[in-house]
């Protein structure tokens, strides 16, 4: 199994002068998730190298076993610092796509074309791909063969409204993740704040909050082992 993570290049927080990145434990539990289950893993970002960390991540209270093995974890910390050009990533050689959560993703890979296209590129060869938490925002622009908006009729989650209140955010993100998929046709739920919600369409997974990564990534092993 070789699989392709994704991670956001962005770590400017709109223009709140704060920073933010990628959510630790939204590429941390599926990281060893996926490792442990043997799968090979490249990580890749728009502009390569080290992707930023969203500091908030980092806070004790977001920290998790998954996390506290990370920061342990010298060899993943070092592949971490050097990420793929995503120019530089062919889809054809990997068997799926993760993309963990965190604010970046919705101004940096909602809106890259080779992102788009790496997505449209998977799905399209009967590969699966999965985003948490605010990751579903990089489906924003991807359409299906149909032409029509992926998700439009699909089962779908994200990030919720409610949750994006709750950390004071809704009027700083360039969008909702839970209005764009509902705006572009999907068919949206979701759990309690904060607790876990993985939704399952065919080959496309999303879960909803940091709480879904690692039963995203659950989904997608049980969708590779299907093969």
Known sequence: MNVLIVLTSHDELGNTGKKTGFWLEEFAAPYYALRDAGAQITLASPKGGQPPLDPKSSDPSAQTEATRRFDAD????????????????????YDAVFYPGGHGPLWDLAEDPLSIALIEKTLAAGKPVAAVCHAPGVLRHVKGADGRPLVAGKKVTGFSNSEEAAVELTDVVPFLVEDMLKANGGNYS??????????????????????????????LLAQLRGK
């Open 74 to 93: 010298a060899a993943a910390r070092a592949e971490l610092s050097n990420t793929k050009r995503l120019a530089d990533v062919d889809a054809n050689d």
């Open 190 to 219: 979701k759990a309690a704040d904060w607790a876990a919600h993985v939704a399952t369409d065919g080959l496309l997974i999303t879960g909803q909050n940091p709480a879904s990564s690692e039963p995203v990534a659950e989904a």
